[in-house]
């Protein structure tokens, strides 16, 4: 009756990770950190679980003289996304 | 952007069982383990902390000689059903 739920996604601040980069093509490090409230050592912690689940992928690069990491969904993690929105409804379509 | 998901509810187990409760006017013991799958031992103590935290009723009985758990949601665990899968909705409504 219940389906399975990825563990991976089901933790709020990696769903609120997933749900950030599901909507655009690509964000920084200080953006996902401003936006999901977590501090920079748990989001670095959480972006490096995602990664090697392949579920994103992050890219250390410069701007300038100044490191900046670029996070972006793969199709891995989209997919895994939508699955768990789907394991999801089976707990929630209730009256 | 983001609301916090209640972690009570926020546990793939807590949420089938108050998803299953939530339906139904009550539940027994046995039943639930079946639809979640749950070993009873696990079972029990997520019913405590559920219980614990007044979002559902766990009252002791006898089914003639047989001992019976029934379990039934109250109002405090539906409000906070209800409120955390408006929560859930900020974190799945992307597309």
Redesign the interface.
């Known amino acids: ?2 389906q ?2 990825d ?1 991976l996604l ?1 933790s ?1 601040l990696r ?2 990770v997933v ?1 950030l980069l ?2 655009v093509e690509e964000a920084e490090f200080p953006y996902i950190k401003e ?3 977590a501090t920079a050592g748990n989001l670095s912690v959480q972006l490096d679980k995602l990664s090697t689940a392949g579920y994103i992928n992050v890219e250390k690069t410069f701007k300038g003289k100044k490191p900046c990491t670029l996070c972006r969904m793969t199709d891995k993690g989209r997919k895994a996304f939508e699955a768990y ?1 789907e394991a ?1 409804k ?3 379509n ?2």
């Open positions: 009756m219940f399975p739920l563990p089901h709020e769903l609120a749900s599901i909507s936006q999901t409230g929105v999801l089976s707990y929630l209730v009256t």
